[in-house]
Every structure is written in C-alpha cells, then in structure tokens.
C-alpha cells in the first residue's frame, strides 16, 4: 500500500493519471500524442501558432484575473458573470439595477463603456531559460544567485523592448526557476458591456452552490473589443470600430455527451501542486481556518444587510461576491486535503525523495528538504501575519484602507504644494472617494468592523503591534465612527476644497487614518521585507527540490500555474466524490424549478423565468426534450480559468469554465483524478438566454454557429 502511495504520488505531477496539469502551448508537443489519443482532431499548430491564427488568437486574458473568449468577427466575447459583475455593478443603480434585471445592448451605441477594462492577447511565447540562468553555478549562495537572474531579466528586457516597442513583456519562471518563458503581449483598453443575465440566472443558487455540483448557473456575460482604424489598441474613443480577430471560435449546439473530449483554454491564476509538506501543514492547520473565520464575519454581515435593502445589495453585490468566493473555496479545500490525507501523503513522498537522495548520483539534493524544512519554521509565523492583515484590511472593514489612500497628501503637503502638485493630487484622491461613497454604507461598516477588530486585535495577534489597541468597546466605536472625516463625504469633501493645517490636523487625528498607516508601516517595513527574503531563498531550494524530482522521477512535469496561457485536457465525466453518491455529468432546466421550490432565497427566480422553463419553451437550444445547463469534465483547472472556453475535439464552444466542484478546490495542491472535475455553463443554455429570454438573438447573427 504505502509503494501503491508513493507511486501515485509521483506520477500526479505527470502525464499517466487521468489527465492532470496545465499545459503550455508552445511547448505541447511532450502531451500532444496523449491529446490526440484521447480524440483531439486539431494539430499542435492550430491550438498555438506564433506566425499564423490560431485558437490561442481568440483566447484573452480579461481584466487581469479571468479569461475570455472571441466568438465574432467583431471582436464579441464571452465570459464569466462573475468576471464582469464589477462593471455590472458600476452601471447599476435604484433606476438601472443590471444586477437584478440584467443589461441587452440592443445596438452598438448602446454597450457600455467600461473604464479600467482591458484584454490582452498572447502574441507568442519563447524559451528564454539558457539566457535567464545565463552565469548560474551551483556554489552560488541565494542572494548570489537572484541578483545574477535580476541582471540577465533587465537584459532580456532591454532587448525584447527594442524589438518590439508597441507589444508588452512577460518575463515568466515556472517550475521554480527551472524554465523561463517569454511571454509577448498585446492589450487592448477599450472594451464596453454588450450584455448581462440577470442575477436570477448568472448568480443563480449564490453562495449556497458557490462550488457546488449539482449547478444550474448560467455564469455568462459579454463584452466587445474595440480598436482603432488601423485594429491597433487605442484609448476609449467613440469614434473607434469593433476589433477583427485573427481567429474567432465557432459555436457548436450539437452539444456534449459523456466520454467526449474536453478542452479548457486560458489563463489559470495559481497553483502549489509542488509544495512540500511543511507548507502544507501550514495552510491546513493555521491559514485556511484563520481566513474562513475572519470571512465568516463579514459575509454573516452582507448577506443579513443585503437581502434587507436594494440600495446596499447594489453597494456591495461586488465585495460579497469577491469576499464569498475564496471562503468557500477554502472550506472546500480544507475536507478534500484532509479526507484524502494530502499530508500524510506529501511527507511519505519526502521519505521516498530523502531515501533517493542516499544514491550517488543524488547526493547533492540531500539538504534540500532539511533546508526548506528550516525555512518554512522561519516564515510560516510571518506569512500568517501577512494573510491576516490582508484579510483584515483588503476584505474587512473598508475605512482603514480607503483612508490610507490620503497617506501620501498628509506625509508629503508640502512637498506637492512646492513641486506644483497638490492640486492633481487632490483631484485623484476627489476622483476615488466619488467611486468610494457610491458603494458604502456606514452602518454595514460598523457592524463589519465590530465583528472583525476583536479577531484581528486579540484572538490572531500574535505579537503588539503598533497598531494593537485590544478590544474596543461599543461607545469607543461609535466615537470613531462618528468623529471620522473618512465616513462623510460632504466633510471630506469640504477638508478637500479647503488644503492646509486644518486639514492635515483632522486626517492626521483620525482614527482610522492613524491607524492605517501603522498598520501599513508595520507591513512595509517588517514582515514584507522578512517575507521577501525568506521567500526568496524557499524559491532557490524549490528549484533544486524539483530539478531532484525530475530527475530521480522522469517524467513529462507540468509547470504550475501562474497566469500564462494554458491547455488542460480530460473528457466530459462525472464523479463518485462519496461513498454512495454519483455526480452525473449533466444538469437540465428541470434542476433549476427544483431548486426554486425548496424557497432557499439562492434560489428564487423570475414569474417570466418561471414560466419559460414550466412551459419547456427551449426554442432550438434543447436535446433529447430537455434544455441542458451546466456540465463537468476531468479539465484541470483553478482561479483564472473562470470565463475560459471549453472547447471540443475540433476546437468549437461547447461551454464556458467557471467553477470546480467543492471536492475539487484540494487540486490547487493536490489532484485527485477521481473526483477533481471543472464546472462549465452549457453553450446551449448560454443562447438560450441571449435569444428566447433576453430576446436579443441579433447577437447571434455575428456569430459562427454549428452542429
């Protein structure tokens, strides 16, 4: 049994279990007989061409952390509901409220523009490895060794930007250092909101199904590119055209069966499939239930706050959703590591390294994992730290770091003034806090804050900070609040039109303000310096742990992900996650008037949606009798996949990625072949909603569409 583990354990990172990885497609030639095998019709050259189209030309990353797709030759895409619900959110109001009854651009004058949008294209991807490790020895210490790749980096990049002045530079290392790939980019800064479902139906089932199969979401939105005269990239301009791709994806509605092959597209965000058990161990026992604890809070306080008034569901639709999301992930991810012993399985993986490590040829990998041992004992204390100021700051109460955005006017008046830039100054900082009010409400703060400060100052505390002030009490509170320049637009605004001493000693005294900048100050100056530096020499040890495993464990490694274009491959599956239960591979509409009886209010829909589904009035879209809305594959897939096409053997949309099942989440660090399986809307379900319920079919007509 413990060899059955070991061996496992080995060919998890490779390409013999199920259809595991992320793979990079310029470099799809060690798993391209495997695809083909497994039904790919496609050759290697019509997924990644660097001098031709190619499907990589119609694939983009949206909006820095999601994917999506080009569907016309009008520069039409798909993606995620929840990749776009921040521009869905800005454009709703009590008058316009998209969130609720969603937005059809019914012309193109009418698509919304969305500022701070942008897509961007892969142009090609070279191997720069032999230049980046370029001087590297192995008696080089770590510091040596960083400072040489730093060198060869700024070299590269002087070169690539003098060859390619108008395209932009990813210098990316994957396997920690052990491959370095040159990422060239194009971006595009203006593209506008085409269309949106309701939340009825592209947050339908909210945070009860988040992660959860059976699903019956249609997590889809649109969007469209434009360019100017010539298709380059340009500013928003009203005068500018609808972007012409290289290459567009066809729409295939004949649909997908169970054993077909599956392929999922774009950009996967990160994943730690090669930690050691000392992070692990880490993340199970001491991050993960920190993180889930202080989020619990602060959903507990949206979900009671947003389902009591409009205005504040519309105000913070789009931070419970970024807030929900990783919790639940998290809470999924915890029962998957710990039923399926990730740790117990990484540390006999170790055993089985350190007893290769005794041969000859491996004698110089010997002190890596002592190494790396020592060094997770030095960070883990920080990185906790670290995660929970970020928890408590970036997802907690907004007031710390939104008042933190003043530090630079407060620190350096003087010098603005003198250098003629105060007033710029203060217009941008006017420009945030208009964006800042829109979404805020003082009494959800207050009660966010009063849950979260008594965790973050006592029970994770781990030392006295400077900001450390203990429990505060509800009058104490109150006065904060109360007294705060930060909670008052109108006060803040007044401050703002009038700059000086005044000014300067209001902000300076502020609760709020004071304490943001200690806490800020804490971070900058002693754990993000400390984690830097330790984190780095981790980085320098996981490249000789992984160049050791490849080498006393041959095989075709995937690298992880970290949000360069991929290519992950499996079959259109279901799963048996528990004794006893059968996840089939396929939901229908029936599912959705099921889950709408129960009353859970995840669940409620629309008299008109309603009616649509009872009467099976399912146009041209249905199969078999029945209007099919989501299904699972064996892709692997994380955070970033979201809004990535799932495409079929000849390269044609039959559905778009955006979710894993709960039991999945552990294949961010660990794959089960028999239960990880990616969550993907229907492309049926998707027309079905854009022509039979939004009644905007002319969508369609730009689009290829087959079966």
């Known amino acids: 049994m413990k060899l059955r583990i070991i061996a496992a354990l080995v060919l998890l990172t490779q390409v013999g279990m199920a259809k595991e990885g992320m793979w990079i497609p310029s470099l799809l030639n060690v798993v391209y007989g495997d695809m083909q095998s497994q039904g790919l019709q496609l050759t290697a050259e019509d997924l990644y061409d660097a001098n031709g189209s ?57 698509e919304l523009r969305c500022d701070g949008l942008s897509v961007v294209f892969v142009v090609r991807m070279d191997d720069v490895t032999e230049a980046m490790r370029m001087g590297i020895t192995a008696a080089m210490s770590p510091a040596e060794v960083d400072a040489l790749l730093q060198k060869n980096k700024k070299t590269l990049e002087e070169k690539y930007k003098k060859e390619n002045p108008a395209l932009g530079l990813q ?34 089932g909210g945070d009860t199904d988040n992660w959860v199969w059976p699903r019956h979401t249609g997590d889809f939105s649109v969007f469209r590119i434009y360019a100017d005269a010539n ?3 340009a500013k928003y301009n009203a005068s500018n055209v609808p972007f012409k791709p290289l290459h567009h994806l066809p729409i295939n509605i004949g649909g997908v069966k169970e054993g077909d ?47 009591a008034s409009d205005e504040i569901r519309i105000k913070y639709a789009a931070k ?100 003629g830039k105060l007033q710029s100054t203060i217009d941008e900082l006017k420009k945030g806090a208009r964006a800042f009010f829109k979404d805020f409400d003082l009494a959800t703060e207050m009660q966010i804050y009063a849950r979260l400060q008594p965790l973050y100052e006592t ?36 401050l703002l039109d009038k700059p000086g001493k005044g000014m300067l000693k209001k902000m300076k005294s502020d609760y709020f303000y004071s304490h943001a900048v200690a806490m800020f100050n804490d971070y900058n100056t002693r754990l993000r310096p400390q984690v830097g530096d330790l984190n780095k020499q981790i980085d320098f040890w996981m490249q000789k742990y992984t160049e050791g495993m490849m080498k006393m464990f041959p095989g075709n490694y995937w690298a992880d992900a970290n949000s360069t274009l991929r290519i992950s491959y499996g079959k259109v ?50 199969s078999g009798g029945e209007l099919n809305v989501c299904y699972t594959g ?20 039959t559905g778009i990625n955006f979710d894993r099942s709960w039991e999945s989440t552990m294949s961010d660090i660990m794959y089960n072949p028999e239960i990880c399986r990616n969550i993907m809307v229907d492309i049926r379900y998707v027309l079905w909603v854009i022509d039979v319920y939004a009644d905007a079919d002319y969508l369609l007509q730009e689009m290829t569409i087959v079966k």
């Open 459 to 494: 029970k994770y505390n781990t030392h006295d900070v400077i900001d450390n002030v203990g429990l505060v009490s509800d009058s104490d509170m109150l006065s904060y609040f109360n007294k705060s320049v930060f909670c008052d637009s109108t006060l803040l605004f007044k």
């Open 573 to 622: 599956d279901g799963s048996f996650p528990r004794d006893g239960e059968h996840y089939t591979p396929h939901t229908t509409a029936d599912g959705i008037l099921q889950k709408y009886y129960t009353g859970n209010p995840d669940f409620e829909i629309s008299p008109k949606l309603k009616s649509l589904l009872e009467t099976r009035n399912y146009g041209n879209y249905s």
């Open 634 to 653: 064996s892709n692997h897939t994380t955070g970033g996949n979201s809004g990535s096409p799932a495409l079929n053997a000849k390269g044609e949309l």
């Open 54 to 110: 190619s499907v990589k030309d119609a694939i983009v990353l949206f909006g820095g952390g999601c994917t999506a797709e080009i569907v016309s030759n009008d520069g039409l895409l798909f993606t995620n509901h929840h990749c776009g619900f921040d521009y869905i959110q800005f454009h709703s109001s009590l008058k316009n409220d998209y969130l609720r009854d969603g937005f059809w651009a019914k012309s193109r004058a009418e």
């Open 320 to 419: 419970q959703s970024d807030v929900a999301n990783a919790w639940k992930k998290w809470k999924g991810q915890q029962i998957g590591l710990t039923n399926f012993r990730a740790l117990e399985q990484k540390r006999k993986f170790e055993e089985q390294y350190l007893a290769q490590c005794t041969k000859t040829e491996f004698k110089t990998y010997a002190e890596v994992l002592p190494k790396l041992e020592s060094l997770y004992s030095q960070v883990n204390h920080l990185n906790f730290e670290a995660q929970l100021f970020v928890e408590y700051m970036y997802y907690g109460p907004e007031l710390f770091n939104f008042s933190y955005r003043f530090q630079e006017l407060v620190a350096n008046f003087d010098t603005l003034k003198a250098q």
């Open 261 to 307: 092959f599956s392929m999922v597209y774009g950009f996967p965000g990160r994943t730690e499939h090669l930690l050691t058990s000392y992070a692990v161990d880490f993340i199970t026992n001491k991050l993960n239930p920190m993180r889930i604890d202080m989020r619990d809070q602060t959903i507990a306080v949206l979900q009671e706050r947003m389902r």
């Open 171 to 204: 210098l990316k290392s994957f396997n920690y250092g052990n491959q370095y790939l040159a990422i060239i980019t194009k971006t595009y800064n203006d593209v506008r909101l085409v269309g949106a479902p309701p939340s009825e139906i592209g947050k339908f």
């Open 231 to 233: 298709n380059e990239p």
